[in-house]
T-cell receptor, first 113, second 114 residues
């Protein structure tokens, strides 16, 4: 039973455009959500997080939106750059992060110059 | 500030052997979590250590065991290796501080079991 789902295995976007990566979850006890970026041969790098008490969090070109009623979150990257090409993982946890992270399978983003 | 480091980078073992993977946590972090990432999957939680005690375990058999040392570095031991143990093993460190705790990952150890 997959509690965190990323239904798009891959996404291609032109440089300068918006990239939107989606994530759905099933466990209503999750209260903290994170996005990680992973390059080949490296570990996941923390990108941005959001608590369930918020519906939006911004950090530079990255914005995460949370829709609790739909159990859905999305990561927006504007403008997309070739260096953003990587695998993006959505992760969720309970108890404000003090429990194990549950990951989706990832979405491979390709930003085309 | 030093990030999370792991050793070795790559490892090849045969079925039935035992392996030890090592992790040094980020400076100031007292909690270490281990994850297994199989090909095409997201990382899966193995267990977590906090102040040298196991503090939570995922759905992995007892042949996966670990240790945390007083300096908060950690080891993951896997006995009686199976082919399905081939994966990227990731270590993440954190501080367990309120109100939110974020886990920071090392580069991983790629284990191949033949």
């Amino acid at each position: 039973d997959q509690q965190v789902k990323q239904n798009s295995p891959s996404l291609s976007v032109q440089e300068g455009r918006i990239s939107i990566l989606n994530c759905d979850y099933t466990n209503s006890m999750f209260d903290y959500f994170l996005w990680y970026k992973k390059y080949p041969a490296e570990g996941p790098t923390f990108l941005i997080s959001i608590s369930s008490i918020k519906d939006k969090n911004e950090d530079g070109r990255f914005t995460v939106f949370l829709n609790k009623s739909a159990k859905h979150l999305s990561l927006h990257i504007v403008p997309s750059q070739p260096g953003d090409s990587a695998v993006y993982f959505c992760a969720a946890s309970r108890n404000s992060g003090n429990t194990p992270l549950v990951f989706g399978k990832g979405t491979r983003l390709s930003v085309i110059a | 500030e030093t990030g999370v480091t792991q050793s070795p980078t790559h490892l090849i073992k045969t079925r039935g052997q035992q392996v030890t993977l090592r992790c040094s946590s980020q400076s100031g972090h007292n909690t270490v979590s281990w994850y297994q990432q199989a090909l095409g999957q997201g990382p899966q939680f193995i267990f977590q250590y906090y102040r040298e005690e196991e503090n939570g375990r995922g759905n992995f058999p007892p042949r996966f065991s670990g240790l945390q040392f007083p300096n908060y570095s950690s080891e993951l031991n896997v006995n009686a290796l199976e082919l399905d143990d081939s994966a990227l093993y990731l270590c993440a460190s954190s501080t367990r501080t309120a109100p939110r705790d974020t886990q920071y990952f090392g580069p991983g150890t790629r284990l191949t079991v033949l």
